[in-house]
């Protein structure tokens, strides 16, 4: 299974941005597909996850500000920020957990809030 991700990018406090990853290879139509962030000095949390049936979760910090979306068709995941902060700077990497819990990982982009 292999991730990509694109969108990462410099904005600045207030403004958006979109990430996006698409999942290749061995794809079980059960899956979760998330996004999560490491920020420097800090342990990597997650942000939000979706699964196949669309029920999503998120981290507090970003619940009203973000929200994640997949086609599962295309099998691909967005992460919509917006309202961003300066503490939502951090690599953000690509989630994608298959039906026998086999976890696999994009290589990470970098989100940099600031003015």
């Known amino acids: 299974v292999q991730l990509q991700a694109s969108g990462g990018g410099l904005v600045q406090p207030g403004g958006s941005l979109r990430l996006s990853c698409a999942v290749s290879g061995s794809i079980f139509s059960i899956n979760t597909m998330g996004w999560y962030r490491q920020a420097p000095g800090k342990q990597r949390e997650l942000v939000a996850t979706?699964?196949?049936?669309?029920?999503?979760n998120y981290v507090d910090s970003v619940k009203g500000r973000f929200i994640i979306s997949r086609d599962n068709a295309k099998n691909t995941v967005d992460l919509q920020m917006n309202s961003l902060k300066p503490e939502d700077t951090a690599v953000y990497y690509c989630?994608?957990?298959?039906?026998?819990?086999?976890?696999?990982w994009g290589k990470g982009t970098l989100v940099t809030v600031s003015s």
């Open positions: 989630h994608y957990r298959n039906v026998y819990a086999m976890d696999f």
């Open positions: 979706i699964t196949a049936g669309f029920i999503t």
